[in-house]
């Protein structure tokens, strides 16, 4: 009872921290405003106010049309929550508009990087058997990891291995929560047993809308997985999921195609056959990056293949098809706008990082508390691996925390 009551103490407190800490970098990042290391490079302050490209950004939402707006920008979600919050700001503050908007946006994003924990623990409770502090030292874990990195190799800490826990991205850190979220529960519910309702269908059309009108990496790759899924088990499109699932996925995939649609009309460009032509930007070495950031997820799935473990909860084997398709996304293909937008089909091979690192990281943590004495030197190994991971994962959060960029 004393230790229920000592970690519902310390639980908030915890979270607050969390908070703070992430309010504080992207606040900086908003504004930004210079730190130790230089200053502070993201593509925040872009999505506040976009003053060099033809885009729209949150300060449209304070003037313009909605209407006309939402048939403009491919990714309003974002924008429209941080000028409504910078209104409820502007209203309590009378602050200029550029620091309501920053508020605004560190806010969100604050938010959702402390969802994003708390969704990531709620995850590793369910499936792993720990005590609290056992549970928030894992899930810190797993928030901060990152892929391995390399100085004598890799240019900079983020390319060309990209990382699963993005911090310079807003409308990448909004979407993540959600995606984890919808990816989870979808696999649980739909692939995994036989309880999902039209409530829940429901459900997940809209999250899977709300993840598409934020950023539709998760959505363009998400859809070939599921097509994928119903090619090998052809069952599927007699079973009663196939109205689901059409609910599900339909509304979204026309959002898709109007996204693709704005995207062409834009200055932007168009997509592009040209393997390896983005990545080629960052390295000399494409393979020595995806082994880097694979290596981890690699190892833990071949140790829980061979000991049977995770054999129906199919969560470590859908990321893999995720991270396969996403990975040749990116690696193929690129659109011929501004160099800095041939980058933008990273995204969903970023995401499936996050997925591999999440049930990588658990599966592992099973493992650990199975105490099965067999394959103990690939499961040590496993522990010096995890180490380094988080030890990079480390440097990049305290290099960008303190204003160097992620470039």
């Known amino acids: 009872m004393q230790q229920k009551n000592f970690s519902e103490l310390y639980k908030p407190l915890i979270y607050l921290s969390i908070f703070c800490i992430y309010y504080i970098l992207f606040l900086n990042q908003a504004l930004m405003r210079p730190g130790p290391l230089g200053d502070f490079s993201s593509d925040i302050s ?85 005590n609290e502090v056992q549970s928030v030292f894992v899930t810190v874990i797993i928030n901060f990891s990152t892929v391995l990195y390399l100085p004598f190799i890799n240019l900079n800490i983020y390319f060309p291995m990209l990382s699963p826990n993005v911090l310079h991205n807003p409308t990448a850190i909004v979407l993540t929560p959600l995606a984890i979220v919808f990816f989870y529960w979808y696999i649980k519910l739909y692939i995994n047993s036989d309880a999902a309702t039209y409530k829940h269908t429901i459900m997940f059309s809209s999250l899977l809308i709300i993840s598409t009108l934020v950023k ?156 099965d004495r067999s394959y103990s030197f690939v499961v040590n190994l496993g522990a010096v691996n995890l180490s380094f991971i988080f030890l990079s994962g480390l440097n990049q959060f305290i290099k960008v925390y303190l204003g160097g960029s992620w470039l």
């Open 46 to 130: 872009s999505h506040i106010v976009r003053d060099n490209i033809n885009a729209i950004s949150a300060n449209y939402y304070l003037y313009e049309n909605w209407l006309k707006l939402l048939t403009l920008d491919y990714e309003p979600m974002l924008h429209m929550l941080t000028a409504l919050v910078a209104i409820l700001i502007h209203v309590v503050s009378q602050n200029a508009e550029r620091m309501d908007l920053a508020n605004a946006m560190a806010l969100i994003l604050s938010l959702a990087k402390l969802s994003e924990f708390i969704i990531i623990k709620k995850i590793l409770d369910s499936t792993v058997k720990l």
């Open 216 to 371: 539709p990496a998760f959505t363009n790759v998400m859809l070939i997985v599921i097509a994928l899924y119903y090619l090998f088990h052809l069952k599927r499109f007699i079973s009663r999921y196939l109205w689901h699932d059409f609910l599900i996925f339909a509304p979204s995939a026309m959002i898709i195609l109007y996204q693709i649609h704005l995207i062409s009309k834009s200055n932007f460009g168009s997509l592009a056959f040209a393997p390896y032509k983005v990545i080629s930007y960052y390295t000399e070495h494409p393979i020595i990056a995806l082994v880097q950031a694979i290596e981890f997820p690699l190892l833990i799935t071949c140790i829980s293949s061979i000991k049977s473990i995770n054999k129906s909860d199919n969560y470590l084997y859908f990321s893999w098809l995720f991270a396969f398709i996403a990975y040749l996304m990116w690696s193929l293909f690129y659109l011929t706008g501004p160099t800095w937008f041939h980058g933008n089909l990273a995204w969903p091979y970023s995401l499936s990082l996050t997925f591999l690192y999440i049930f990588s990281i658990i599966t592992y943590v099973k493992i650990l508390v199975g105490n």
